[in-house]
């Protein structure tokens, strides 16, 4: 696996464990770090990620809402919603990741930590808003 799949993995740990605590972003990271023994390699991006999430959450949140039909951003699984914060943060504030990497790290991730609907379940939500940004002709790093 790789460096970037596994600070992705830590990203969305960080961010499940920010939907039960109001700590600071920071300090969690920090926290989960040692909980989990995280490798040292993976930390810096995965911190980027956590507080990048952290720093747009309401953008993030509400173009989440916006494009996830008949279920409200509360409704969705917590794991689910943090995978999808993670990858709409990647789509709009990362021109390093391609857009279609971020859709598939997501699916992948949902697929692994969520439920047996939650990889389509994501995709379906992404699919929607990279189409959306795709056609209000926002700069993408397609």
């Known amino acids: 696996m790789g460096k970037r799949r596994r600070s992705r993995e830590l990203a969305i ?7 039960f605590s109001k700590d ?5 990271f920090d926290l989960i770090c040692n909980d989990f023994g995280a490798p040292e390699g993976v930390k810096p991006f995965s911190k980027e990620l956590v507080l990048g999430v952290c720093a747009y959450l309401k953008e993030l949140d509400g173009l989440i809402g916006e494009t996830s039909e008949n279920w409200r951003l509360e409704r969705i699984a917590k794991v689910d919603r943090s995978i999808l914060r993670l990858a709409v943060y990647e789509l709009l504030h990362r021109d390093d990741i391609p857009p279609k990497v971020s859709i598939n790290e997501a699916v992948d991730l949902g697929k692994k930590f969520g439920t047996e609907e939650s990889g389509g379940f994501i ?3 992404l699919d929607k808003i990279y189409g959306a940004l795709i056609s209000d002709n926002r700069s993408l790093n397609i």
């Open 13 to 19: 740990k960080v961010l499940f464990h920010l939907e």
């Open 24 to 28: 600071d972003p920071a300090e969690a």
């Open 123 to 125: 995709n379906g939500i």
